[in-house]
């Protein structure tokens, strides 16, 4: 069973191992920004989600089960890559940010290493 209240946003997680883990984001509401929320579930440490376009992490330093909510201008597609250690361990391509809107990236524990997962927030009714 899930409490969810209005005005507030969640994300569901899941992995094939285990259960769905239900998150609220910390969003804010900006007509010309749009909202890009970051989660680490992986047991790494210190993940950045970084943006190869602009050369420079959208979220830095972020722990293991942490999230982290920015907001940035719209609209923009970019591409992002989480680094461990300066490495980059997974990407994903062409995500579209749109004012007023929100996108969450979540890292996940895949095969030993890290999968990286983007989607586009949507109001469910």
Same mark, same amino acid.
Do not use: C, H, M, W
């Given at each position: ?9 969640y ?5 094939d191992e285990g259960?769905v883990?239900?998150?609220e984001d ?7 920004k749009a909202?890009l929320t970051?989660?680490n579930?992986?047991?790494f440490? *210190? ?15 972020l722990g293991?089960?942490?999230?982290k909510?920015?907001?940035?201008? *719209? ?6 890559a989480?680094?461990v250690?300066?490495?980059a361990?997974a990407?994903?391509e ?15 524990e895949? *095969?030993?290493g890290?999968?990286?997962? *983007? ?7």
């Amino acid at each position: 069973k899930i409490s969810a209240a209005s005005g507030k946003f969640y994300t569901a997680a899941f992995s094939d191992e285990g259960p769905v883990n239900v998150i609220e984001d910390k969003v804010t509401t900006s007509p010309s920004k749009a909202n890009l929320t970051f989660y680490n579930l992986t047991r790494f440490e *210190a993940v950045d989600l970084f943006v190869p376009q602009a050369k420079t992490n959208a979220v830095a330093g972020l722990g293991p089960g942490q999230g982290k909510t920015v907001a940035l201008k *719209a609209p923009l597609t970019l591409d992002f890559a989480v680094l461990v250690d300066g490495e980059a361990k997974a990407t994903v391509e062409a995500v579209k940010l749109s004012r007023g809107g929100g996108t969450t990236i979540i890292a996940i524990e895949k *095969a030993g290493g890290i999968g990286l997962s *983007a989607v586009e927030s949507s109001i469910s009714r």
